[in-house]
C-alpha cells in the first residue's frame, strides 16, 4: 500500500522567510496531493493540492510542485507570517484505492516574528 | 466555515460505556469519512461511506460501529473503548470520492 513519508518534522523560520515541507510517497499510482494545515485545536483545512497532470501550481504566497519521477512533492510557503505558525500535512491517493488520502506524519511550523 | 459539524467537542467516558460521536455536513456531498488523529501519528482513516455504503474499514476494531442513515450524516458508536483509543476523532466529507475533503473540528475522546 501507500506510505508517505514528510520532513522535516518541526520548522522554525524567521518571519519574511521561505519555509518548505517536502514528502515523499511510494505508489506510482497516486496523482492526487493535498496539503492541510492544522491550527492548534482546529480542524485540518485545505489550502492547496495538485493532481499529477501538473508540475506546479500556485496560490499567493503558497504554491505545490511534483515531481512523479522521483515520487516526491512539496510546499513552499513565501513571506512567511506569524499566522502560517500551524501543522502542515501532506496526503497522497489514487484512483486505483478508490482516493483513499494516506497522510504524512505532519510538520510543525513555527514562525518567528 | 460550518460545513461539517461534529457533535459532542469533547466526550470522557468509561471502559465500560456506550457513546456515539455524530457528524453532520450542510454541503451536499455523497461521501463522508472517520479519521483517527493520536498525538505524534499522521491521520488514520477509519470508514468511508460513499451514498450511505460503506466502502472502506481500514481494519477498526469492532468496538467502533459507523453508521450512515443519510448522505448527510454519520455516526461512530463507541464500545468497551480502550484507553489506546482516546485520541481526536475527525469527520470529513467530499462531493465524491476524488474530490478534495472539508473536515469537521473534531471530538477530542478521552477514555479513562
Known amino acids: 500500500g501507500e506510505n508517505v513519508e514528510q520532513h522535516p518534522s518541526t520548522l522554525s523560520v524567521q518571519e519574511g522567510d521561505s519555509a518548505v515541507i517536502k514528502c515523499t510517497y511510494s505508489?506510482?499510482?497516486?496523482?492526487?496531493f493535498p496539503w492541510y494545515k492544522q491550527e492548534l485545536g482546529k480542524r485540518p483545512q485545505l489550502i492547496i493540492d495538485?493532481?499529477?497532470?501538473?508540475g506546479e501550481k500556485k496560490d499567493q504566497r503558497i504554491a505545490v510542485t511534483l515531481n512523479k519521477t522521483a515520487k516526491h512533492f512539496s510546499l513552499h510557503i513565501t513571506e512567511t507570517q506569524p499566522e502560517d505558525s500551524a501543522v502542515y500535512f501532506c496526503?497522497?491517493?489514487?484512483?486505483?484505492?478508490?482516493?483513499?488520502?494516506?497522510f504524512g506524519s505532519g510538520t510543525r511550523l513555527l514562525v518567528r516574528p | 466555515e460550518t460545513g461539517v459539524t461534529q457533535t459532542p467537542r469533547h466526550l470522557v467516558m468509561g471502559m465500560t460505556n456506550k457513546k456515539s460521536l455524530k457528524c453532520e455536513q450542510h454541503?451536499?456531498?455523497?461521501?463522508m469519512y472517520w479519521y483517527k488523529q493520536s498525538a505524534k501519528k499522521p491521520l488514520e482513516l477509519m470508514f468511508v461511506?460513499?451514498?450511505?455504503?460503506?466502502?472502506e474499514n481500514n481494519s477498526v476494531p469492532s468496538r467502533f460501529s459507523p453508521e450512515c442513515p443519510n448522505s448527510s450524516h454519520l455516526f461512530l458508536h463507541l464500545h468497551t473503548l480502550q484507553p489506546e483509543d482516546s485520541a481526536l476523532y475527525l469527520c470529513?466529507?467530499?462531493?465524491?470520492?476524488?474530490?478534495?475533503?472539508?473536515f469537521g473540528d473534531g471530538t477530542r475522546l478521552s477514555i479513562l
Open positions: 470529513a466529507s467530499s462531493q465524491t470520492a476524488s474530490q478534495p475533503q472539508h
Open positions: 505508489d506510482s499510482a497516486s496523482n492526487y
Open positions: 495538485i493532481r499529477s497532470n501538473v
Open positions: 496526503a497522497a491517493a489514487s484512483m486505483d484505492s478508490s482516493y483513499k488520502l494516506i
Open positions: 454541503l451536499g456531498h455523497n461521501a
Open positions: 461511506y460513499n451514498f450511505k455504503e460503506q466502502t
